[in-house]
């Protein structure tokens, strides 16, 4: 298996849906990370979570829910989206050593188109 | 606040040319990390060095290689004798360990789009 499984590849989802990615990792990795890519902009850090404890919110709208239930696996619960959330959305996980940190390893992405 | 540029937005070549993708960045810490990223079409985006602000020994792997120069808050990439399959989306990041060390951020660049042509 890939080390970091996101499901499902691609979703299309209307504005009043409500839809959830998922991620695992199989790297036995502590922490694990939302990422959003969109066109021509910079990745966006979405959320952190290391030791299944968010420590990251970084500013994003209410209507992205994230849920780490343990160290293998990250949800990001979607809810009343707008066109402009469409987007790759990446999940990462990453050994947190202390002083080093470890690179990210990432899942293929979640291709998110809102109508 | 943390910066990273990557002014070239997308670059063309001709197989076996050598090719460098710039990196500048900004950061007001002292102790840091620079990273480069590979995005192939299929998504995911792949490690491929790290470097700590105290390290400006440049390194090689293969065909790869990096310059980081403090003084120019550079860290550029060069890819030798570029084939096909280095097309892909190249990301620069930085990252600053937080207190203690656990957990960080990385604050990637926009990306440059390599093209490597046959």
């Known amino acids: 298996e890939t080390g970091v499984t996101q499901t499902p590849r691609h979703l299309v989802m209307g504005m009043t849906n409500k839809k959830s990615l998922k991620c695992e990792q199989h790297l036995g990795h502590n922490a694990m990370y939302w990422y959003k890519q969109s066109a021509k902009k910079p990745l966006e850090l979405m959320f952190v979570y290391s030791l299944e404890e968010r420590v990251e919110n970084n500013s994003v709208p209410s209507r992205f829910s994230p849920e780490c239930p343990n160290s293998s696996h990250l949800f990001l619960h979607l809810h009343t989206l707008q066109p402009e959330d469409s987007a790759l959305y990446l999940c990462a996980s990453s050994q947190e050593r202390g002083w080093n940190p470890g690179e990210l390893f990432f899942g293929e992405g979640s291709r998110l188109t809102v109508l | 606040a943390q910066k990273v540029t990557q002014a070239q937005t997308e670059i063309s070549v001709v197989e076996k040319e050598d090719v460098t993708l710039d990196c500048v960045y900004e950061t007001r810490d002292t102790t840091y990390y620079l990273f480069w990223y590979k995005q192939p079409p299929s998504g995911e985006l792949v490690f491929l060095i790290r470097?700590?602000?105290?390290?400006?020994q440049n390194e090689i792997s293969g065909r790869y290689s990096w310059n980081f120069q403090k003084s120019t808050s550079s860290f550029n990439f060069t890819i030798t004798a570029s084939q096909v399959v280095d097309s892909a989306v190249y990301f620069c990041?930085?990252?600053?360990?937080?207190?203690?060390?656990?957990?960080?951020?990385?604050?990637f660049g926009k990306g440059t789009l390599l093209t490597v042509n046959p």
């Open positions: 470097r700590n602000s105290f390290d400006e």
């Open positions: 990041a930085l990252s600053d360990p937080r207190g203690g060390g656990s957990n960080y951020k990385l604050t």
